[in-house]
């Protein structure tokens, strides 16, 4: 089952603009991740936030944290064509098997040139 | 290798057939996970791999499903007698420690007909 919720389910920029995306989970997490995946292919790991953390910059990332509110969110700043793609929140759960992820169904960044 | 290798890129199967997808993980790589993507859904655990041990194995849809590593580094996923609600991409991911991000292969499509 599907733990992680995005919103929205689909965002349509232009290039330059920044694209944000939430995602809210149900139960007590280790980590928050964040995946990309282009059409048709596998998933590519994006940034990794430990509960114990509020908020983490990777390159044009910046991924928060509120484990009161159970959410988190996804900006990606001066958006490129080349960000397009489907992007998946996916929780580490307490409780749960070490390393075992439950995904969210995504949000498809369509960004326009 | 320099990432994971899934093969084949994509299966056709007639209904009640046998399928085997296969997967090389980057060398080293303790964890090793399954997962199935249905189309315009995230992904959905099946089993877990730490090494040659297959610790979680709940996400299996059916006792049609098996998987193993015998030697702890190459996992083989195996359908018996597939049915069309099998048609999905099938990931496989691995990763050195359990609490990293996953490398995620580019998939083995299956489609049942």
């Known amino acids: 089952s599907q733990q992680g919720e995005e919103d929205p389910q689909a965002l349509s920029i232009q290039e330059g603009e920044n694209a944000t995306m939430n995602c809210s989970y149900k139960?007590?997490?280790?980590?928050l991740q964040w995946y990309r995946q282009n059409s048709g292919r596998g998933l590519v790991h994006l940034i990794l936030?430990?509960?114990?953390?509020r908020e983490k910059h990777s390159g044009r990332l910046r991924v928060t944290l509120d484990t009161s509110k159970k959410s988190s969110s996804l900006l990606i700043t001066a958006s490129r064509a080349a960000d397009t793609a489907s992007y998946f929140c996916?929780?580490?759960?307490?409780?749960?098997?070490?390393?075992?992820?439950?995904f969210g169904r995504g949000t498809q960044l369509t960004v326009w040139p | 290798g320099a990432g994971v290798s899934q093969s084949p890129r994509y299966k056709v199967a007639k209904r009640g057939q046998d399928v085997a997808l296969r997967c090389d993980p980057i060398?080293?790589?303790?964890?090793l996970f399954w997962y199935q993507q249905a189309l315009g859904q995230g992904p959905e655990f099946l089993t877990y791999?730490?090494?040659?041990?297959?610790?979680?194995k709940s996400g299996l849809p059916s006792d049609r499903f098996f998987a193993e590593r015998p030697e702890g580094s190459v996992s083989t996923l195996k359908i018996q007698r597939t049915q069309q609600e099998d048609s999905a991409v099938y990931l496989c991911?691995?990763?050195?420690?359990?609490?990293?991000?996953?490398?995620f292969g580019s998939g083995t499509r299956l489609t049942v007909v």
């Open positions: 996916a929780t580490a759960d307490r409780g749960s098997t070490l390393g075992r992820l439950y």
């Open positions: 060398s080293g790589h303790v964890s």
């Open positions: 936030i430990r509960s114990n953390e």
């Open positions: 139960t007590s997490i280790n980590n």
């Open positions: 991911a691995s990763s050195l420690e359990e609490d990293y991000g996953y490398t």
């Open positions: 791999f730490q090494n040659e041990a297959q610790l979680d």
